[in-house]
Each structure stands twice: as structure tokens, then as C-alpha cells.
């Protein structure tokens, strides 16, 4: 992974608008307080798109992303340069360590579907580190009818098989879920707020 986005994250944000979408969606959808602070961690923030994104939007968000790529973070913390007090940058694995924040919101977007192996680990992690009420966002790929293109992406570390639904639906209460067409019909992508209710 580290080495994968070595060679990509200069290009990272010049390329993924073409593929990666419902992540304004999901941004915009998020119930985030405008009265009281509260804290967002984004697992696998990679350029830190969102992380700017949720900082111009919500200026009362505390926010932290976390990520395995060291050259992914590097351009994050240009893209958040104007926030120091808001934005921490943390290289990690996530759940190799304690998780460094107790986070209301736990976003991942298009981060789950390269955790494999991994996957299920990361969201029943997410469920431990949320507060009850706390709410995990995800945006990801869903599936694709194509063979070939599962394939492809694959070979770039995706998984999407309509994997992650079943159990985020089963780990958390679901509050909004919307899935949608790409490219055609290529693939479909998915965007998804779940709350956690109890233990
Ligand atoms: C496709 S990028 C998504 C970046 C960003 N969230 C976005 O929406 O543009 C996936 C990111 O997840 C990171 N990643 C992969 N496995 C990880 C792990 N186990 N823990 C933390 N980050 C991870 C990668 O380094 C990469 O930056």
C-alpha cells in the first residue's frame, strides 16, 4: 500500500474526481453540531481532500486523519495548512495502535475496500471507537456486473464485491444509505451513515 501510493500521490487529486464520487454527498450530509465541538477522524484520509473540505464547511470540527502512506500525508498536510489548530495528521496503520482521538464521527471514504485482508476488523474497530450515538460515514465502491473491471481494480488493490453493506448494516443502525450508478452502470458506489446503539 505504502508503496503503491508512493508513485500515486502526486497525481492522486489531478485523477480521482474522474471515479471517486458521493464524496461530496456524503460530506454534506453529515449531522455534524454547529454548537458544540465535536471530533471527526478519518481513516485513510490520503490527500486530505475531505479533511479541507470539513474544515472550511464545519468551523467548529476538531478533525484528525489517519493513514498508512507517509507520501499521501505529506500532501495533506499542504491541503490543510490553513487549519494547524483544527487538523492533526497521524501516520498509522489503523488499529495497529490505540486510536489517537475519541471520535463523534468516523469517516471512511474510499478506504475500505483496499483494507484486505482487514475490512471487517477496520469497521468492528470503528464500533469500539465510537461513543454510543457516535455515527460511522463511509463512501466506497459497491459492486460492479463486470468481471473484467472487478478485476482491473484488483490489480489496484479494490475489492468490490458488495461486501462492506452486509455488515455495516448489521454492526450499526443504519441512518442513511444511498447507492448509485457510475460510469453507466459500470460500477455502483454507495454512501453510508451508520449509528451505533448500544453494545
Ligand atoms: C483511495 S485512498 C482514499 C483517500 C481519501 N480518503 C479520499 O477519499 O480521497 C485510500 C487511502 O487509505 C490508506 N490506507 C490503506 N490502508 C490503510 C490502513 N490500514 N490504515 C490507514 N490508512 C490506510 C491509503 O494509504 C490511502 O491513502
Redesign the pocket.
Known sequence: ??AY?RLHARI?DAT?WLF?FG?TSILNQLPVRADRAQQLL??????G??LRFLARQFPALQLTG????KD?LEQASKAVSTFPQRVQLVE?????APTPVRPDFI?????LT??NP?WEQ?VRRAWHDLPEGGRIAV?DFHYSPSRIFRWWMGKNHVRMDGHLLPLLQAQFRTELLEIAPAWLGLWQYFVYVGVKTGS
Open positions: 500500500m505504502r501510493y492522486y480521482r471517486l464524496r478519518e481513516v485513510g484520509c490520503g490527500t481532500h475531505n489517519l493513514d498508512v502512506s499521501m498509522q496503520a489503523y488499529g495497529a469517516l471512511f471514504s474510499y478506504a483496499m483494507f482487514g477496520a463512501v
